[in-house]
């Protein structure tokens, strides 16, 4: 969607709707000799609510880069009151992964890591185990094992916080990582905590989905990738994606298929964050495509 | 999956798995001149249950068709405390559809029965509505509106199963009839009457799920057809499948997605049941594809 | 995504992407008091051509209807050597069916237009067989048999584009009709001639492809809608979706699970037409969602 | 689908239909004090060919695992001319993996091998290049590099032979692998290499599909694996699956996506072939799930 060899600042807005929105953010950039790369702009008739993402090459613009923000804030954002994010291409977000001894997820993103697919930048690993030890020091990021009890949590979440501030961490991504994080932990990382978890049609409640699952003979499996909010697991969704099981995939099946679709689900997640395709509004994602 | 030329008989068997029971079945087939078309055999390990569906031809079969029961009965099934169900390829069901205002299923399975798609005799529809008594009309069916209140609900259900039985229906499609069937009128007709509703991921309680589900942003919504129990919503999953949706579809675009998949899956789920191709064991089905 | 109970103008416009496209546009709208209620807007920056759709409120729009487009031409269009097309929201397109005996695609047309989800006008009718005349007549629709052979196609196409002409026909659709147009008859109806086809993975030619696809055991097979132009099967892609199928599915079965498919699709396609959310360039469509 | 905890015999049988062999075959294990774990049975009716997976405890067996062979043969196998083949579940099959310089497919079964899911050994790596040697390193796997090019195909194949059958390997899996081996290295490894690639709807014959695709404007883009035969890609598929992409997709875009794509179905191929799921007959496969 983005062309990575341009240099190019992104804006996320929304406000309530009204007449003249798109004309000033435009004539904003227009105006400073930014060329648009990309526009995209959805109204939510049952909200009122404008949503915008807007993409413009740097080149020849004619304010600072570390000026562009505040002018704005100042000349637009300030005068529609508009919520807005700015982002330049050519950042790369700090990403920190929390896991635990499931590894499908982080096999997955390290990966891509590896391989460059993923822009971004993997200073630290934290976990309640050392399983998973030897294959981070392979890629020589930094690995703390932080057990986390009913008892420690506190003081635990406190080692944590400080490694993610040591290392300028942007996002924590939980790839299966089974603990739930405080109330405090969430608030320090709004819409910056990513996690992924099974799903199912219709849901099951209580502690072995699968089994429940299996027990009403469900044709198909589910995964959902969120932000973390304090209310657990009900934070707004990122992406969904499914599959087709049968009567014959027993519930070992049914795991290891829905492992699958995590790993899938979880990098698209990670992906739509890392290139600011989405903003959250309310409780709701608008994901730019 | 099966021939439609050929007389064929088809048993749908369950029980404790144990030793020799495929043999003394194929046997009971063999021995008496049937030929196998299709078997297809399943044992779930979980539980240590055994399930069967097998479908011979009949064309050189030594019992007469209206004693194999009988005669199963007595040589195979009580042997093995085998649950069995036998059915003839030749013989139509007789389906009874129950309809309200919402017609999409109602027309979808209309065209299908008017196409020849759908191998059963639908002698009546029986609606709380009289909106779409032109449509059974033109196709010369029995059509009766049976409006349904709180207080009248008993005796209205009397009505309709004398319908039912004066028509000798052997199963009930609800191609979304927003009327709750009373536990009676349930039990009248077990794993005989197959119902079709939305379904979500996570799910939405509440009676207005689509705003709900918008509300949290979901990227998929999906439908879910199931034989009616007792408890609502909870019986045996027929048949699921899901669409994408984004955060640009309103409620209204999400219902009318919605819609098209209920269609699909409630027809899937039909063709099952009237080709013998399922099999329910406690609350799960066994769908033989 | 379009509010059904507004009155609005819709533009699809496209062109060499240049700076200031989209300040013009929304300029021409703002300053005449025209209220954005979309606006999508993409660059395909492999070609360098911009696209886009925008839809605004008429109720305070200074320009009267019919002047819209010659005010856009002259003032907007003109200047950016802009493409565009304009359509409003409350003009009911009129569109013909053409269908031979397959009749799956053609019932779910007419049951979405009957019951009012298809915002369309359907005058006429044209196949080369009388077996769905019954039902065009039930529901007051005009129908014409024109069977089509080789020795006389000019003869009876002159006398369809009589019909359509009469009939006023905005778009057709080739709900399974069974004959190839002749490229005159299709260059009457630029990107106004919506097909269906079935697909496969990989693609079979040939006459027989659900057998050779059989043949190779496939495991999945789609349904592809596009706009005729003169090269068969050719035309810019609408709409594609898949099932998935298993060595048990026969032939018989495959053509069954495709008609459900193709009858969804073609839906879905003939949906975006009416809606105006597609604009084709060169031989590719644009599709807003 | 198979419990790993025990230990048993799988029969993949096919042969010409006839009355009989179902009981010949269940006799036969039965008789001889094995446990049917599983059955599943399918005539092929329009080719008249009957095929099963069978498969059976060993623990109270009568014949010597050795001899199982040889007695089935001889008592059933040769008297209805069937073709079968006999696996054990303790046997760890020996994979092969040819790689070239793209490491998607590649970084995805090491992950999956490394966590246990993939029930095989690879001591071997092949590539054309030395770029992924240092991964195969740090999982102790020999790499070897042996590039090939028009002139030396024939003497680099023979030493990929040679380490081959140094290796005990049973089957190759090409993990795009970019090199189109010869048929005499294709006759050597029948049904036994497994290949995977993109496939479209259509399909878009020539060197840049992804270009070809994009330049129609395709909704959806797919995945093939299947075993290679001396025909190139067109061998019996094994797996396939799709993903929906829309205009905004670039081909980079449509690249990318079709990578996750093919890790997941090539996985599920190999998967499928190490728990000998699987029987090929004529250019088709049965595929028991």
Not at 78 to 85: I, L, V
Request: glycine share 4%; with cysteine.
């Amino acid at each position: 969607m983005t062309d990575s060899t341009k240099k190019s600042a992104i804006l996320l807005i929304h406000c309530l709707d009204k007449p003249g929105l798109v004309v000033a953010i435009t004539d904003f950039i227009h105006n400073n000799g930014g060329n648009i790369l990309y526009l995209d702009q959805h109204v939510d008739s049952e909200r009122g609510v404008f949503f915008m993402r807007i993409e413009w090459d740097l080149k020849k613009f004619a304010i600072q880069q570390d000026k562009i923000a505040e002018y704005f804030e100042t000349l637009v954002a300030s005068r529609y009151q508009m919520t807005a994010q700015l982002h330049f291409s050519d950042t790369k977000l700090r990403m920190a992964l929390f896991v635990s001894k499931m590894s499908h997820c982080f096999y997955d993103l390290l990966a891509r890591y590896e391989s460059g697919e993923l822009n971004v930048e993997i200073p630290v690993i934290i976990s309640n185990h050392a399983d998973l030890q030897h294959v981070a020091e392979r890629l020589d990021i930094d690995f703390h094992c932080i057990p986390v009890t009913k008892n420690n949590k506190q003081q635990q979440e406190e080692k944590q916080k400080e490694l993610l501030q040591q290392h300028h961490i942007d996002f924590i991504v939980l790839a299966r990582y089974m603990q739930v994080l405080s109330d405090d932990f969430v608030k320090c990382y709004p819409q910056r905590i990513i996690n992924i978890h099974h799903s199912f049609l219709p849901a099951f409640p209580g502690g072995r989905p699968y089994h429940s699952a299996y027990e009403r003979g469900v044709k198909i499996i589910g995964a959902t990738s969120h932000y973390v909010t304090a209310e657990l697991d009900a934070g707004p969704i990122i992406e969904q994606d499914v599959v087709h099981v049968s009567h014959k995939d027993s519930v070992e099946d049914m795991v290891r298929i829905g492992r699958d679709l995590e790993k899938i689900v979880l990098a698209r997640a990670v992906r739509h964050h890392v290139h600011h395709d989405l903003l959250v509004y309310e409780n709701r994602t608008v994901v730019f495509e």
